[in-house]
């Protein structure tokens, strides 16, 4: 039984993502909201002050650590 396949006869297709397209930063600061929601928690007291501290530690790149 035949498998199915991309049909050959057209262009190839790269798709790959391009690297400008993986990076998180949109060059605006990042705030502790922005890094309690990335990290999938609540926007409660606690959290904000977990990422207050870390983006204190980690600057903006606390977040790229976060997303993919």
Do not use: K, Q
């Given at each position: 039984m035949p498998t199915s396949q991309p049909d050959a006869s057209g262009p190839?297709?790269?798709?790959?993502?391009?690297?400008?397209?993986?990076?998180?930063?949109t060059g605006t600061e990042v705030s502790p909201e922005?890094?309690?929601l990335a990290a999938g928690r609540d926007?409660?007291?606690?959290?904000?002050?977990?990422?207050r501290r870390k983006l204190e530690a980690e600057g903006p790149a606390a977040l790229e650590k976060l997303l993919p």
């Open positions: 190839p297709e790269d798709r790959t993502t391009p690297d400008a397209l993986l990076h998180t930063r922005d890094l309690v926007l409660t007291p606690g959290n904000l002050e977990w990422a």
